[in-house]
């Protein structure tokens, strides 16, 4: 069954230091979406991606934050500057068209020091 | 933000028997829903969904009801079996967006 890929699967970072987390959605998806997972907290929207451009974002996802389609299969989310609470799960997700069911990847643990 | 609610952390319940996990929202303007399942360092798979036109979706073992009025889902699994030890979300959709709202999620155990 085809599967939403995410690497790395940790990824430990100082802070102030920009991080790339990548992920390749199912390939014949249209709808792209970040997720990220506080520990203990709710898993929250941060953003959603479709025919190259953001659709919808949260108020979590500010400036630090961008995403980008860089070629046909790899959808990446960057954080320019990163701070302690960006430690988090990030999931990256993916659907058909809108309002179909999301997969998700098994995510990025991001740790910031 | 406390949307979509799981009350119950923790479900502990008998291999063959039913499990059945609760969720509530506050926002009438959800129209989808769906419930996921999570193990430990894997993300959110998801199990089954149902549209707010409907009360009822069946898919093999799961089966999710919708109560609009009571502004409540709820999900059955029949039989449990211990494959099914997980994390359950339960997540809802409003109809023009594209983020799904989760719950806090509901930690089930079925016991051989």
């Known amino acids: 069954e085809p599967e939403v890929t995410q690497t790395p699967s940790h990824q430990v970072t100082q802070m102030g230091q920009e991080v790339i987390l990548r992920c390749v959605p199912i390939?014949?998806?249209?709808?792209f979406y970040w997720y990220r997972q506080i520990l203990g907290q709710k898993v929250e929207f941060l953003v959603s991606f479709y025919n190259n451009e953001i659709s919808e974002k949260s108020e979590i996802f500010d400036d630090q934050f961008s995403v980008e389609r860089p070629d046909g299969s790899n959808f990446t989310l960057k954080i320019r500057s990163t701070k302690l609470e960006d430690s988090a799960m990030y999931f990256c997700?993916?659907?058909?068209?809108?309002?179909?069911?999301?997969?998700f990847g098994d995510g990025t643990r991001l740790s910031i020091l | 933000d406390q949307q979509v609610k799981q009350n119950s952390p923790s479900l502990s319940v008998q291999e063959g028997r039913i499990s059945i996990l609760n969720c509530d929202y506050t926002n009438s303007m959800f129209d989808y829903f769906l419930w996921y399942k999570k193990y430990p360092a894997e993300g959110p798979t998801f199990l089954i969904s149902?549209?707010?036109?409907?009360d009822k979706n069946e898919d093999g073992r799961f089966t999710v009801f919708l109560n609009k009025s009571a502004k409540h889902l709820s999900l059955h699994i029949v039989p449990s079996q211990p494959g099914d030890s997980a994390v359950y979300f339960c997540?809802?959709?409003?109809?023009?967006?594209?983020?799904?709202?989760f719950g806090k999620g509901t930690k089930l155990t079925v016991n051989p």
């Open positions: 997700a993916s659907s058909e068209v809108k309002s179909q069911p999301q997969h």
């Open positions: 997540a809802a959709d409003q109809g023009g967006s594209e983020k799904l709202v």
């Open positions: 149902i549209s707010s036109i409907k």
């Open positions: 390939s014949n998806h249209l709808y």
